[in-house]
T-cell receptor
Framework: DGGITQSPKYLFRKEGQNVTLSCEQNLNHDAMYWYRQDPGQGLRLIYYSQIVNDFQKGDIAEGYSVSREKKESFPLTVTSAQKNPTAFYLC???????????????????FGAGTRLSVL | EDKVVQSPLSLVVHEGDTVTLNCSYEVTNFRSLLWYKQEKKAPTFLFMLTSSGIEKKSGRLSSILDKKELFSILNITATQTGDSAVYLCAVSSNTGKLIFGQGTTLQVKP
C-alpha cells in the first residue's frame, strides 16, 4: 500500500537529549514537510524539502534539524536546543510543490499518522 | 503576515443536524484553499478549492470558496457521530507552503 509511515508513534525525550523522528513515503513524491501541532494552534511548519539534498526552514525551525538524502525519507531531529518539544509531529508529502495552475492538484499534501513526543 | 482563521473553534451538535464551518484568510498570492479532516491522527484530504463560486461536493460534505470576500465554508448535512473530528483549513500561496488555521473541533452527539 502506498502511504506515509511515521515512527515511532510515541517518543520520550530526556533533558539534553537529541531524538530523531522517522518519516518514509513510497508515493514517489518530490516534496516533504514536517509540522508541529499544539492544542489550539493548528499546524505550524518546521522544515520542508522540495527535492532530494535540499531543504528550507519553515516558520519554527529553531531547535530542529532535518536531512533529505533519499527521496523517500525525511527524518527530523529534535535537538536539546528545543526547550519545549512536547507536541504532536506530523510529516506530509506532495507530488510537487509547484504553484502554477496545472500543478496545483499535485500540491495536495498527504499526511502520516504522527509521532507524539513527550519530555521525561 | 499571512493568516488563516477558522470559526467556530469548537462545536457540539446532535446527529442529523447540519453544520457550517468557516475559514477566512489573508494570504498574499493565493493559489488554493484546502480542507482536511483529522480524527485523532493523520489529517485526511477533503477538498481543494481554487475558483470562486464553484461548489465541491462529496456525499454529505460540500465546500465553496469566495475569493472576493476571502473565505470558504464547509457544510456537513445530516451529521453522524463519525463526523466528529477536527476540521482543518489551509491556504497555499505562490511559495508552495500551506498556512493552516487553528482548526474547528466538531463533536456530534447521538
Amino acid at each position: 500500500d502506498g502511504g506515509i509511515t511515521q515512527s515511532p508513534k510515541y517518543l520520550f525525550r530526556k533533558e539534553g537529549q537529541n531524538v530523531t523522528l522517522s518519516c518514509e513515503q513510497n508515493l514517489n513524491h518530490d516534496a516533504m514537510y514536517w509540522y508541529r501541532q499544539d492544542p489550539g494552534q493548528g499546524l505550524r511548519l518546521i522544515y520542508y524539502s522540495q527535492i532530494v539534498n535540499d531543504f528550507q526552514k519553515g516558520d519554527i525551525a529553531e531547535g530542529y534539524s532535518v536531512s533529505r538524502e533519499k527521496k523517500e525519507s525525511f527524518p527530523l531531529t529534535v535537538t536539546s536546543a528545543q526547550k519545549n518539544p512536547t507536541a504532536f509531529y506530523l510529516c506530509a508529502s506532495s507530488a510537487s510543490s509547484g504553484t502554477s495552475g496545472r500543478l496545483l492538484a499535485k500540491n495536495i499534501q498527504y499526511f502520516g499518522a504522527g509521532t507524539r513526543l513527550s519530555v521525561l | 503576515e499571512d493568516k488563516v482563521v477558522q470559526s467556530p473553534l469548537s462545536l457540539v451538535v446532535h446527529e442529523g443536524d447540519t453544520v457550517t464551518l468557516n475559514c477566512s484568510y489573508e494570504v498574499t498570492n493565493f493559489r488554493s484553499l484546502l480542507w482536511y479532516k483529522q480524527e485523532k491522527k493523520a489529517p485526511t484530504f477533503l477538498f481543494m478549492l481554487t475558483s470562486s463560486g464553484i461548489e465541491k461536493k462529496s456525499g454529505r460534505l460540500s465546500s465553496i470558496l469566495d475569493k472576493k470576500e476571502l473565505f470558504s465554508i464547509l457544510n456537513i448535512t445530516a451529521t453522524q457521530t463519525g463526523d466528529s473530528a477536527v476540521y482543518l483549513c489551509a491556504v497555499s500561496s505562490n511559495t508552495g507552503k500551506l498556512i493552516f488555521g487553528q482548526g474547528t473541533t466538531l463533536q456530534v452527539k447521538p
